[in-house]
């Protein structure tokens, strides 16, 4: 998702920007599919997934919720999105700024969304609103406090560096890195019934989807970095040789699943007119 704050991977060509999304995919969809079956999606709902990306959580709930049912793929960014199911409507949406229809879903559903928004608070209430009485809104947060590079002779330096710039790009509006914590509470503050928290934090090497995952993300995002002045030309060689070498880990981002239900007393006072 792009925005005036500098999203840092907005100007990333198209096919690496779909690869890097495809490793995202292989790393957190199982996890999101057990937690959209455990919230019972079921033939006839009626979802929103803001920050569809590549489409492959869409593709699934339309599978889902069958012919009777329907998906709204909602992204700023909407290139990675052709050739979705029948009952999938593909929308670019800013939700920082467009409208949501107001209780028309049973899931809303995003993933590593809030944590580039100036104002994740806001947005959740525009999401939470879009839910019918009873609905539920899965959001998923990456948290890079055990973010960590070992395995490596440069790993503890380059760990540092790497939260040195996540504080920097923090104060600069870009991305919250540690965002993911603070995501249960800003939950809860919405209004919504909290109903499950899990926190998961990944850690492989070379060939692993995490590990490929921040690879990409990690270099992919470099000129851009270099560019604000957030990260300097010396670091690149160092991060080059760290992914390259075979021995190395990594550790995290974190990911933290939150999951919440529109209360249905909502509903009642609607009813009776309060």
Do not use: K
Not at 76 to 93: A, K
Not at 150 to 159: A, I, Q, R, V
Not at 232 to 258: I, K, N, Q
Request: hydrophobic share 40%; net charge negative; proline share 5%.
């Amino acid at each position: 998702m792009s925005s005036d704050r500098g999203y840092v991977m907005a100007e990333t060509e198209a096919a690496a920007e779909s690869q890097r999304l495809a490793l995202l995919e292989s790393r957190a969809d199982a996890g999101t599919i057990g937690r959209l079956q455990r919230l019972g999606v079921a033939p006839g709902w009626r979802c929103l997934e803001v920050g569809a990306g590549r489409g492959s959580i869409a593709r699934w709930l339309a599978e889902q919720v069958g012919p009777e049912g329907s998906v709204v793929a909602a992204d700023i960014d909407t290139r990675f999105l052709d050739g979705m199911p029948d009952n999938v409507q593909v929308r670019i949406v800013d939700v920082r700024e467009d409208g949501l229809e107001t209780g028309a879903y049973d899931l809303v559903h995003c993933r590593a969304l809030w944590m580039h928004l100036g104002d994740p608070a806001a947005v959740l209430a525009r999401m939470a609103g879009a839910l019918r009485p009873g609905g539920v809104l899965l959001a998923e947060e990456g948290d890079y406090g055990l973010y960590h590079y070992g395995g490596h002779p440069d790993g503890d330096e380059l760990s540092e560096a790497a939260h040195r710039t996540f504080a920097v790009m923090r104060s600069a509006g870009i991305m919250d890195a540690y965002f993911g914590r603070r995501l249960p509470g800003t939950l809860a503050e919405s209004g919504l019934e909290l109903l499950g928290v899990e926190v998961e934090t990944p850690c492989g090497g070379p060939g692993d989807p995490g590990f490929e995952f921040a690879r990409a993300s990690v270099l992919d995002s470099l000129p851009r970095l270099i560019e604000a002045r957030v990260m300097g030309d010396g670091e690149v060689g160092r991060l080059e040789g760290f992914f390259g070498h075979p021995d190395s880990l990594v550790c995290g981002p974190s990911g933290v699943a939150v999951w919440g239900r529109r209360r249905q007393r909502e509903r009642e006072r609607q009813r009776d007119g309060v």
